[in-house]
């Protein structure tokens, strides 16, 4: 495609409401073990079916899932509206990265469902100089019932240039974990009652380090063809070098699935799945190499008298959680913030 011919989906192009065709998606018991894989979360539930009492023994997918079952199609946006994403041009290639994400969930999803996607531009905005798009994906069952939604904000320009790349650059080389293998669920979901929680409770820490053929095997974990991805800054180190953060680093819903992960650790699945949300917002690159500790404590907790998770006339409450992501040199990497949902 000539320059002249490319009309390049900017900034400017992207107008709210604009929207890609709906996305569908079987969920399987081996999509959700092989997500949970390459989350490097090793718990039995994704992995065995008769293991997770808490849905009578149900294979449910890990919560960020929503992230690839009914992922982001920037791509199929942008074409739908008769440009070219700025990932696809032949002439001025560069990418959009993650800026943050909001995921809300409203029920659970599990083996033997069928989710369509729907996505659409919900608001672009300027700050500091840089502009942001946000966009909207609405997931929904073979039902028609709502299952989750999640805002994805992209940085379409940013204001302050490259990055450095550290000089003291990680040395971890973690593989993922075996899908057969089985360990047992931690112990330290001890926070999973309303009123045995208090505010500035520490959560159950978890420490994950990346490497790049993590990197590379997430980004080929696809539940959604699409028509053209061209290189990214998570798998091209040359390519990588000439975009915002000078290398190869880890993608947004990466860090998320870790992100929750850590939650998993303290909260049970119901805690999501009944009116939970997590916004997660990215500081500094989490790198191939680095190893970060996400490490978090309970900032606020109030009644919610309508909750889903109260029997026999319960009130169940909100717990809300800050999580922090530190790597090895003390950097902030991601900031969280959850709300969710327990009983008494």
């Not at 081996?30 to 989350?39: F, V």
Request: hydrophobic letters at 35%; aromatic letters at 8%.
């Amino acid at each position: 495609m000539q320059s002249q011919q490319e009309k390049l989906w900017v900034y400017d192009a992207v107008v709210p409401g604009q929207t890609a065709p709906p996305t569908v998606v079987e969920i399987t018991t081996e999509n959700i073990s092989r997500y949970a894989s390459l989350a490097q979360n090793p718990d039995p539930r994704y992995r065995d079916p008769k293991v997770n009492q808490e849905f009578s023994g149900a294979m449910v997918a890990m919560p960020t899932m929503v992230l690839s079952y009914a992922p982001l199609m920037r791509g199929e946006i942008a074409e739908n509206s008769g440009f070219v994403a700025l990932e696809r041009s032949t002439t001025a290639r560069r990418q959009t990265p993650f800026a943050k994400c909001e995921i809300r969930w409203f029920q659970p999803v599990q083996a033997g469902d069928t989710i369509t996607g729907t996505q659409a531009v919900l608001e672009k905005y300027e700050r500091r100089g840089s502009k942001f798009v946000t966009f909207r994906v609405q997931a929904a069952n073979q039902h028609g019932q709502p299952v989750a939604e999640f805002d994805y904000t992209c940085i379409f320009e940013y204001a302050q240039g490259q990055r450095a790349v550290p000089q003291d650059r990680g040395t971890a080389e973690p593989s993922l974990p075996s899908q057969s293998k089985t360990t047992d669920i931690p112990a330290a979901r001890s926070l999973a009652k309303f009123d045995s929680i208090s505010v500035g409770d520490s959560m159950a820490k978890l420490t994950v380090s990346e490497s790049q053929e993590i990197m590379n095997r997430k980004n080929d974990f696809r539940l959604v063809q699409t028509t053209g991805s061209g290189s990214n800054i998570h798998t091209d180190e040359e390519y990588a070098r000439q975009n915002i953060f000078g290398g190869t680093v880890n993608s947004g819903p990466a860090t998320m699935s870790y992100v929750d992960q850590m939650l998993e650790l303290s909260f049970p699945l119901r805690a999501f799945y009944s009116g939970g949300r997590l916004l997660m917002r990215a500081i500094e690159p989490f790198r191939t190499g680095d190893t970060v500790t996400f490490q978090g404590e309970i900032t606020a907790k109030r009644p919610h008298p309508v909750s889903p998770l109260s029997k026999g006339g319960l009130k169940g409450g909100i717990v809300e959680c800050r999580v922090k992501g530190l790597n090895q040199r003390g950097d902030l990497v991601s900031l969280s913030d959850a709300a969710l949902v327990l009983p008494d």
